[in-house]
């Protein structure tokens, strides 16, 4: 049987690993204790066994932290053995082949959206999803198609969570989620990034458990009258990645 008081340790240390890595700047021990709601004293034994770990290193210059080298196997056996990076890689190629625009792979976790994949078009685009970047639930195509598709209860609590002090924008994103769950896929235009248009299909298993949601991102001035033709290639690209769960 597990041991309630170690079970508890072990999410307060994942808990400070899981701050640095979303900093995503090196971060001082005092920020990351007001983040995580711990001690100072506390956190800075949490450290010394992340350090021991190499899953947290402290920067060079500053000697704030940072995620450490180990991170880096961590990743590199992610990307290897990812059932779901392995099955959708061809098709996400192959859609940025056949529209020329970038597409990404991207997940729910830790009450986030975490891009896992993301193979880039020849053209330019500026945009912030890049692999290993994790952005709020609220706002953008992909975030929403995933929202959308979360179990109920824990969707609720999202959106109360992030906006329940604006009734008007809970409701206004409870109206979305249910046209998006209509619908079977998301589109947005600048909520992430100025000038970038989104469209973003759920991936479900055949036990209807939602996997993440591929998305294709093309700047609003190259999309245009091909908004139909890069929604019907977006859910065709989701529908063949589906069939191999």
Not at 102 to 112: C, H, I, M, R
Request: with cysteine; glycine share 8%.
């Amino acid at each position: 049987m597990t041991d309630p008081e170690n079970k508890s340790i072990v999410d307060r240390v994942l808990h400070v690993l899981v701050c640095i890595a979303k900093a995503g700047h090196p971060i001082g021990a005092k920020r990351i204790a007001a983040q995580v709601g711990m001690p100072l004293s506390t956190v800075y034994r949490h450290l010394g066994a992340l350090k021991k770990w190499g899953l947290v290193q402290e920067h060079m210059a500053t000697g704030l932290y940072e995620p450490g080298a180990t991170g880096v196997l961590l990743a590199r056996g992610f990307d290897q053995n990812s059932y779901l990076i392995n099955q959708s890689r061809d098709e996400i190629s192959a859609l940025v082949e056949r529209t020329g625009e970038s597409v990404g792979l991207l997940v729910y976790t830790n009450e986030q959206v975490v891009c896992i994949a993301m193979e880039e078009s020849t053209l330019s685009l500026r945009c912030s999803f890049t692999k290993g970047r994790a952005h709020s639930l609220m706002y953008g195509a992909s975030a929403k198609a995933l929202l959308a598709f979360l179990p109920r209860l824990l969707q609720k609590r999202l959106i109360e969570e992030q906006l329940g002090h604006d009734p008007v924008a809970v409701d206004a994103l409870e109206k979305q989620v249910a046209e998006i769950r209509k619908k079977g896929y998301a589109t947005s235009e600048g909520e992430v990034d100025q000038g970038v248009w989104g469209i973003s299909v759920p991936l479900i298993s055949d036990n209807e458990r939602l996997e993440g949601t591929i998305t294709l991102m093309a700047p609003s001035l190259r999309v245009g009258a091909r908004e139909e033709e890069l929604i019907k290639m977006t859910i065709k690209a989701a529908s063949r990645i589906c069939n191999r769960f």
